[in-house]
Structure formats: C-alpha cells, structure tokens
C-alpha cells in the first residue's frame, strides 16, 4: 500500500544503503533489498533477489538467491586503471 492517503504507520517502506563493491555484475530484473552489501567481485543472476549481505568473489542467483560457485580473482589483473 503506497497510496497518499495512506497513513505513514500502516505503509511499512524501509529504507536503507546499498553498498556495490569494484568489480560487481548484476544481472537484468536483479533485485537487492535496502541494507544490502554487494562485495567486490559478485556475480548476481538475472531475475534474482538478494536479501542478505554476499561475499566476495561469488556467484550468486535465485529467489532468495543463494552462492552457486566462487569466481575467479584473476579478473582483476585484467582490469585496467584509468
């Protein structure tokens, strides 16, 4: 319920910092609720819902999305500095 004339108590919208680390790719109708920490080098699936914090260098995908695999961390030898 967001409509206007709803009172403020009965809405129940939370609000909170999205942190998105270096490295981060987040698939297409991914979904990451407030308070969330992506950290660096994640790998979210399209049309997953992240709820909770994910460690770095995973892959993560599903409704809730769960860690599938790790990745690789030699991606970061192949990013260049600008």
């Known amino acids: 319920m967001t409509n206007p004339m709803v009172p403020e108590e009965l809405k129940n919208v939370k609000s909170a910092q999205v942190v998105i680390g270096e490295h981060v790719i987040i ?3 991914a979904t990451v609720l407030p ?17 909770s914090d994910c460690e770095e260098f995973k892959l993560y995908a ?3 999305a769960t860690a599938i695999k790790e990745r690789k961390k030699d991606l970061i030898s192949l990013s260049c500095e600008l």
């Open 62 to 64: 599903g409704i809730p």
């Open 27 to 29: 698939g297409c109708n």
């Open 35 to 51: 308070g969330v920490s992506v950290h660096k080098g994640v790998a979210i699936g399209a049309y997953s819902l992240i709820k």
